[in-house]
């Protein structure tokens, strides 16, 4: 499958931004506030152009701090504008325009279109040796852009590779096949009767077995919290045992291709976030592009790094 496929099927399940449930209605927090600076100094007019938009967190955001610029978002995902987003754009002037499945290689818009760029863990997706002369043709004179990048060293970074180190593939599979036996037999004798069924009970007893190796934890910080959360989604099939086949078999083949997307998204988190020495050759790139760019900074919250803040004018 291809990034744009894993990432879509995230995007598909309504999140307003990279982080999920953690930001249900749109970024807040120390990005919150990040925003609410840069946006203090851009133009009432233009247009603002979110690069790697996803379900257009940032729309929300900008919407909230009633700022007047149109919105075009761009992300080589399929992505939709957010129920909160939604909303607030019923009493906002703003125009807004989504260009799906464009990445930051190629956007379809002007040369010299945007007043404002602005990207929240997204450009940095992009190959930068054709993402950086297309955003410094799409930049007005005069104009600025604004990246949260991933950094090697953050919070975000780290979570990443706990998950991955906590993804169990095995077991995972071992999950799916085990559902997949007990959906089989539910066909083939009667419900009263599956519990009596060995096929049935073998598969039963397996997920009993890994629902209390992770679901039993009581330290959270020596909880498997990849495999809590899939196990506790697991579960949910005993509630459709009694529905037709076909409803059993669309829930486990969802949760097999949840995981999967769950896992690749991670993986391409972990290979697009940049150490000092990377990111010190992004902004050489940008320069050589004519643009301007403040010394890059780590940008913190109360927990540590969060991402690399890179900021500059066309």
């Not at 203090?40 to 700022?67: F, H, K, V, Y």
């Not at 930068?128 to 043709?137: G, K």
Request: charged share 20%; hydrophobic share 40%; glycine share 6%.
């Amino acid at each position: 499958m291809t990034e744009q496929a894993h990432w879509s099927a995230f995007w598909n399940q309504g999140h307003a931004t990279t982080f999920g449930d953690f930001f249900r209605d749109g970024y807040q927090g120390s990005i919150g506030r990040w925003i609410s600076e840069a946006s203090a100094a851009w133009p009432q007019e233009g247009q603002l152009l979110d690069l790697g938009c996803g379900n257009c967190g940032l729309l929300t955001s900008i919407l909230e701090l009633g700022c007047s610029l149109s919105y075009v978002g761009v992300d080589p995902a399929d992505v939709i504008v957010n129920e909160r987003a939604q909303a607030l754009l019923e009493t906002r002037p703003n125009t807004i325009q989504l260009l799906s499945g464009q990445g930051a290689e190629k956007v379809a818009l002007p040369d010299q279109s945007a007043q404002v760029a602005v990207s929240i863990f997204g450009f940095e997706y992009a190959q930068s040796a054709t993402a950086v002369p297309e955003l410094s043709r799409l930049l007005a004179s005069g104009g600025t852009f604004h990246f949260l990048m991933h950094h090697s060293e953050s919070i975000v970074t780290q979570m990443s590779k706990r998950a991955l180190d906590e993804y169990d593939k095995a077991e995972i599979d071992a999950v799916i096949a085990a559902l997949t036996v007990i959906s089989d037999r539910a066909e083939r004798v009667e419900l009263s009767k599956l519990k009596d069924d060995l096929l049935a009970e073998q598969a039963r007893t397996k997920i009993n077995e890994f629902a209390a190796q992770y679901l039993s934890e009581s330290d959270a910080k020596q909880t498997n919290v990849t495999m809590f959360e899939f196990m506790t989604t697991a579960l949910r099939f005993f509630k459709l045992v009694r529905q037709p086949s076909a409803k059993r078999l669309e829930f486990i083949e969802g949760l097999r291709l949840e995981y999967l997307h769950y896992r690749a998204r991670f993986e391409q988190m972990m290979s697009v976030a940049k150490n000092e020495a990377e990111i010190r050759g992004f902004c050489e790139l940008c320069q050589t592009y004519g643009l301007t760019v403040e010394a890059p900074q780590a940008f913190h919250d109360e927990r540590g790094i969060i991402a690399w803040k890179i900021s500059g004018t066309k």
